[in-house]
Each structure stands twice: as C-alpha cells, then as structure tokens.
C-alpha cells in the first residue's frame, strides 16, 4: 500500500479508519470502484436509498488520491469558468450546471452535521481577493454571478480587505459566503464510516487489474478475487493508470501541490486574521487558507510532468504575497493527480449500460464531485436522470494522450505570462 506523508495525513491518521482488503470473490448489487469523494458520494447516496448490497473498492485507503490532499475549499464553480459556460450553453442552461456545485456545498454541509463528522470545518466562506488594481474586474463579476449564475458575492473594498488580509498584492475582494473550507481526509473517512453504518461494505488495499463489461453481470477483478455486480461505478479520477481505457484515453493526470507552514502562533495575524479561505483572481492562482493550529496551508502551480516535484516551493508564492513572512518554514509538502478533460467540465453518465462512470474535476472537484455522487446514486436507485444533464453536454472526448499533457503544460505557461502582463 503506498502511503504520502501530508499534514492530512498526520493529523487523521489513516490506520485509525481502516478497512480491511478483499479476501475472496463476492456478489453485490452495485460495485463502486475509488475510494474518493466521487466513489464515497455515489455509494453514500445509495445506501440513504435503500441500496446496501453495495461495494466500495480502494487500491490504499479511503481519500488516498485527490479527496484527501485537495485544498478543502468547498466552493461554487467547475474548471471551466461560468463566462465560457453561459457562451457555449447559453444562460439558462449555464445557471442551472452551476446550480449544481452551489448544491454540492449544500450536500456536504449537511452530511457533516447528519453523521457528526468531526472535519475542522470553517464556515466562514471562501475571498476571492483581486490581484490587479482594477476594480471593475471584481464589480463586473459580483454583477454577472448575480444576474447570470445566481448567486450572490458581496464585494470587499481595499481599504476593508486590508483591515483582515495584509498584503500588498490584492485590491478588494469578494465573499463567497456561503462556502467554506474543511479537513478533506477528515471527511473522506466520515463518508467511508456513514456507508459502513448503515450497511454498505468498504474494502481498502484492493486494487483492481481490470473490469470485463461486455455482460449483463459485470465482473470486476481484483488480485485476491472478483465481484459481480449489475451495476459498477468507476471513479478513479487521476489515478485511473490505464485500469479502463474508454475512460483513462478521455481524460489526463495532471499534477498539483500543497504545503502546509509551521505553526505561526500570533505571527499568522501579520497575514492575515480572517477564517476565510482565500484565492485570488489570476488564472493560475494561489489558494490557501488558515489551520487549527496557526498553520498555512498553500496550494498552487500544476505540471504534466510526473518527475516534478514543487511543493516546497510554494513557500516563494507565500512570501511574495505576505513578505512579513519573510524565513517561514514548511513542515509538509505533497502533490497529487487531479484529472482533466478537454473540455474542462466533469465528465459523468454510463460508458455503456451498467458501466457508469465519474471523472474530470479538474482542480474544482469538492463540490462537483460530492453532488454528481449524488446524481449516479440517484440514477442507479430510483432511475432519476438529472445526471445527464452533465452527461448529455459534456461527454468522454479523446484527451490526445501524452500530446494532450505537454499542451496542458503549455497552456499553463502561457497563463502565467498573460497573468503577469495584465
């Protein structure tokens, strides 16, 4: 089993919700393949249905991939940004996609406070903080949320921001106030032990070879045995390797990192001293947001290349946006595989029948993730059809392989320098 060394990880222990491997083959309604949000969401929906007879297979532990090394900024939106939405959509059906990451937030809430999951969660929101003088890119914003999207941000002065976030490089700010930020592993093992109590089976250190499909009763084979199931649900998001390949050609592992600082104690408040989350508005942003114990946890910069490794890095970006903090030291550094398609929106729906699917977040994944879990319970369970909403626009498309990497990688450097330039 390989395990990452994260402040995550150090601080939910990952032996302390532990579920033991697949020991033999077995027969199940539904088989769930990934045990991440997505996976988690999906059998969580099912089992509040009524459908138990449900498996949840993991190649490590719960939250392993992406679920439990994210930022846990549980906010509005997908990679693809709401402006590109409404001009390929149209508005209508742009507000309504988007209405579903606010639902996401919503979900996630209330499943914290239904099954008591202790995940250090911040409800104060999440600040969008504007990196560039004008303050007509947050006013024009604020205005199309709230015409276009619906959803309501209230705007942050310069003078006011500086009053909670000291840095010289932002100019006003909008709140986000109905998002929140969280312990991403936290949660991920909460949803993991809420399947578990009502029924559903987890299996951790048990990943899977390959998947034969071309049947009625799919069989999903593993080192230590196989399931049958009518119905399995692969949510393998950058972690796929190859596993199924109508999915893994459709989208591309891109990496991301996240550090976390020493604590700070009242140095923190040279900073900053709100309980947002905070992001800002260049395309290649940074995203950070304060610890229980006075730490800073940073994220930032991607790479198509697997060899990189720069999360100690992001301690650069700290400083130049807080230069008070200026020798700060970085306890943990970790990457993980967010998965992307071309299109930049998730991809979910069946691949063929009994064959479904969830993938693609794209770095925007807490929200979506949680609800389109949510929509393929539903479609399993009670035949509800909402997730083609997602599915009927937004397809499997060919990702163009290790082409498709080295233009996601360019694409990226080109961003920055625009960013920089503006």
């Keep these: 089993m390989e395990t990452i060394h994260s402040y995550y990880t150090d601080t939910a222990p990952v032996d302390a919700n532990s579920y033991s491997a697949l020991s033999e083959s077995a027969e199940y309604d539904v088989c769930i393949i990934g045990g991440g949000y997505a996976g988690l969401s999906t059998a969580l929906s099912l089992v509040e249905r009524g459908v138990k007879n449900i498996a949840v297979l993991e ?88 015409d276009k999207m619906g959803v309501e941000l209230d705007y942050v002065s310069p003078d006011a921001l500086r009053e909670t976030v000291n ?154 946006v807080f230069p008070q903090l200026e020798g700060v030291k970085v306890d943990f550094g970790w990457k993980g595989y967010m998965s992307w398609a071309a299109h930049k929106m998730p991809q979910i729906g069946q691949e063929k029948p009994g064959v479904w699917y969830g993938q693609a977040y794209g770095g925007h994944g807490v929200a979506a993730t949680n609800i389109t879990g949510e929509l393929i319970g539903a479609a399993i369970a009670d035949k509800d059809d909402r997730y083609r909403d997602l599915a009927d626009s937004f397809g499997l498309s060919y990702a163009f392989g290790k082409i498709g990497l080295m233009a996601s990688e360019a694409t990226y450097a080109w961003y920055q320098l625009r960013d920089s330039m503006r």
């Design 59 to 146: 190649a490590n532990h719960v939250g392993h991939g992406c679920s439990g090394r994210n930022g846990g900024f549980a906010f509005g939106g997908y990679s693809r940004d709401e402006y590109s939405l409404v001009k390929k959509l149209g508005e209508a059906r742009a507000k309504h996609l988007y209405k579903y990451t606010t639902d996401g937030i919503e979900l996630i809430r209330q499943r914290i406070l239904k099954y008591n999951i202790d995940c250090d969660a911040q409800w104060d929101g999440v600040l969008l903080c504007n990196w560039f003088k004008d303050q007509n890119i947050l006013k024009k914003h604020q205005a199309f949320m709230s």
């Design 167 to 320: 840095s010289p490089l932002y100019h006003g700010a909008l709140h986000e106030k109905n998002a929140f930020h969280f312990h991403p592993l936290k949660y991920t093992q909460g949803l993991a032990r809420a399947i578990a109590e009502q029924g559903g089976t987890v299996h951790e250190d048990t990943p899977v070879t390959h998947l034969d499909t071309d049947n009625a009763v799919k069989v999903v084979h593993t080192a230590n045995g196989a399931i049958k199931a009518k119905d399995i649900v692969v949510c393998c998001g950058g972690y796929m390797d190859g596993m199924y390949k109508p999915l893994a050609r459709s989208m591309l592992p891109i990496a991301t990192f996240v550090m976390a600082t020493e604590p700070l104690g009242d140095r923190l408040m040279d900073a900053f001293s709100t309980k947002c989350a905070i992001y800002d508005t260049r395309y290649a942003f940074d995203y950070y947001r304060p610890l229980p114990d006075s730490r800073i946890l940073w994220g930032g910069r991607i790479t198509a290349n697997p060899n990189k490794e720069m999360a100690f890095d992001l301690v650069n970006d700290l400083v130049k």
